[in-house]
């Protein structure tokens, strides 16, 4: 069975850090693309950052951009997503997706695989 499977959520204060895990099982997605979504309760799931499957682009969405860095290390079958300067509206339940495509990271990939989501809470 494929799966995703998220880590290293957890309640932070304001502009503090936190580095998301995704891992892979059931087989490998080295040569899928790999993205990063988040949903706050009551809104909808938005895209945050995708990285292609050989790492040499990536993408982010601009509420992010200069504060979270997404990464990959195909050796371990897993994605990162370091995250600082954290900031309360970053809190949402956070998942991570696979897209089998070798195009460039953008946020309208066909992701077909999603993780059961890891939750991150910023306190004010």
């Known amino acids: 069975q494929v799966q995703l499977e998220e880590s290293g959520g957890g309640l932070v204060q304001t502009g503090g850090s936190l580095r998301l895990s995704c891992a892979a099982s059931?087989?490998?997605?080295?040569?899928?693309?790999k993205g990063w979504f988040r949903q706050a309760p009551g809104k909808e799931r938005q895209f945050v950052a995708a990285i292609s499957y050989s790492g040499d682009t990536t993408y982010y969405a601009d509420s992010v951009k200069g504060r979270f860095t997404i990464s990959r290390d195909n050796a371990k079958n897993t994605m990162y997503l370091q995250m600082n300067s954290l900031k309360p509206e970053d809190t949402a339940v956070y998942y991570c997706?696979?897209?089998?495509?070798?195009?460039?990271?953008?946020?309208?990939?066909?992701?077909?695989?999603w993780g059961q989501g890891t939750q991150v809470t910023v306190s004010s």
């Open positions: 997706a696979a897209a089998d495509t070798r195009r460039v990271a953008t946020p309208t990939l066909p992701w077909g695989y």
């Open positions: 059931g087989r490998t997605f080295n040569s899928y693309a």
